[in-house]
């Protein structure tokens, strides 16, 4: 740790460090230890009625103030439930669910205490419902969505200013 400028415990971080981060432990180092290029792949898979599974890459890129990232990641689910009341079963089925979602972000140290950074956000998805082998729905959604973030922060205070945008298209057919 003779490289270490700084440690911060950073609560309720700003999306600069994604959607699912509670607490981020920030280390500053005093040499630009970050800099280059790294990659990360990730994936799984289930067994729910049928075979679902996701892939996720992410490609960072930092130098000196910059840090950039590029990720994509793919998702295909299915689901088949069934409800059984006194009235008879219903069954619903989704056969299957594919999803893609493309991400872009850049994020700037301008100081020390102060960072600006934007993150894009495109996503694709179409299901199929089906109930009761009967009735059939297709939907497709397409979305974008932007935020633009500013973060201040000092000893014991953070001011984080945040603008988004966000588009949306969905589409839904019946067979």
């Keep these: ?39 990360f792949l990730s994936a799984n898979a289930i067994y729910q009625a049928l075979w679902s599974g996701d892939a996720r890459g992410r490609v960072n890129l930092n130098r000196g103030i910059s840090r950039n990232y590029l990720a994509y990641s793919f998702g295909r689910r299915h689901r088949r439930e069934t409800l059984v009341t006194t009235f008879g079963a219903d069954t619903t089925e989704i056969s299957p669910r594919t999803m893609h979602q493309v991400q872009q972000g850049t994020n700037l140290r301008l100081g020390r ?63």
């Design 1 to 39: 740790m003779d490289d270490a400028e700084s440690v911060e415990l950073i609560r309720n971080p700003g999306p600069e460090y994604g959607t699912n981060a509670g607490v981020v432990l920030n280390i500053v180092s005093s040499r630009c230890a970050n800099d280059g290029r790294n990659a």
């Design 113 to 175: 205490r102060y960072t600006l950074g934007v993150r894009n956000i495109l996503s694709f998805a179409n299901e199929r419902n089906t109930y009761n082998t009967q009735n059939t729905i297709d939907m497709h959604q397409r979305s974008l969505y932007t935020n633009i973030y500013s973060r201040l922060h000092g000893e014991r205070w953070c001011w984080i200013t945040s603008i988004n945008l966000s588009l949306g298209n969905n589409c839904t057919g019946y067979a």
